[in-house]
């Protein structure tokens, strides 16, 4: 397994983890009322929403890059 394989592997981790817990704290009940009087998420969640989705993006376009040099 190449450098570039464990790296995508573990950016690819780290993004799911990050949604999970930006999904578990959307569900919270004060992010719950803050969206609903405001119509956004709270900034953390949104930020553990954010860095989840960039984590996945790196992480699987790591893990072609290294596929595709084979």
């Not at 949604?19 to 969640?45: C, H, I, K």
């Amino acid at each position: 397994m190449t450098q570039t394989n464990t790296l995508g592997f573990v950016a690819l981790a780290v993004g799911v983890a990050l949604l999970f817990f930006g999904w578990q704290s959307s569900n919270a009940p004060v992010d719950q009322m803050s969206e609903a009087l405001t119509g956004r998420f709270t900034g953390t969640t949104m930020w553990y929403i954010i860095g989840g989705l960039i984590g996945v993006v790196t992480g699987a376009a790591l893990l072609l890059r290294g596929y595709s040099r084979r």
